[in-house]
């Protein structure tokens, strides 16, 4: 079982950027698919980046161009840079990950807020 810690999150003004990071420990990420996952104000949970056990990653129709999900094996660490911040950007940001698929996903960190203004 992977435990995850999230951090990177903070308020910004529309237009800014942010870098978040999840930080794993007693596993290796490159045995797993990770996703960064978010819930804003009132909605549901929407899958934003996934990046597989292969290094493939996806992104959400609403932030491709915009963010970039990476991981650094050696620091078992994964990234999410997020560019061009909308206020509809705003939520939690969770990682999550599944061992070599990210469906389902069985560890779950305990989030950041992002906070967007307009």
């Known amino acids: 079982q992977v435990q995850l810690v999230e951090s990177g999150g903070g308020s910004v003004q529309a237009g800014g950027s942010l870098r978040l990071s999840c930080a794993a420990s007693?596993?290796?990420?490159?045995?797993?698919?990770i996703a960064w996952v978010r819930q804003g104000p009132g909605k549901e949970r929407e899958g934003v980046a996934f990046?597989?056990?292969?290094?493939?990653?996806s992104y959400v129709d609403s932030v491709k161009g915009r963010f970039t999900i990476s991981k650094d094996n050696a620091k078992n660490t994964l990234y999410l840079q997020m560019n061009s911040l909308k206020p509809e950007d705003t939520a939690m940001y969770y990682c999550?990950?599944?061992?070599?698929?990210?469906?389902?996903?069985?560890?779950w960190g305990q989030g950041t807020l992002v906070t967007v203004s307009s």
């Open positions: 999550a990950a599944g061992l070599l698929t990210c469906d389902p996903v069985d560890a």
């Open positions: 007693g596993a290796t990420y490159s045995n797993y698919c």
């Open positions: 990046i597989d056990s292969d290094g493939s990653t």
